[in-house]
């Protein structure tokens, strides 16, 4: 999922069908469709999730952890 990250767009199939295409950050948010294709999230959207309930607001959507510390 690194690669992902350093994408400007991704595409993803599904049964030979385009299932997504569009920002990586619209995908990795979205943990419904990566669970669909056998995807998990990276670890730093996971934690920044959880942050995210528990009240935290990030300027940006942090996408590597270096970045989310910076943003605590």
Do not use: C, S
Not at 16 to 21: A, H, L, Q, R, T
Not at 52 to 71: A, S, W, Y
């Amino acid at each position: 999922m690194k690669e992902v990250l350093k994408a400007n767009r991704v595409v993803v199939l599904k049964d030979g069908e385009i299932y997504f295409d569009g920002e990586p950050l619209q995908l990795l948010k979205n943990e419904t469709k990566l669970r669909e294709v056998g995807l998990m999230a990276p670890y730093v959207t996971k934690l920044t999730k959880a942050f995210k309930e528990q009240g935290f607001r990030f300027d940006h959507e942090p996408l590597h952890i270096q970045d989310l510390v910076k943003q605590l």
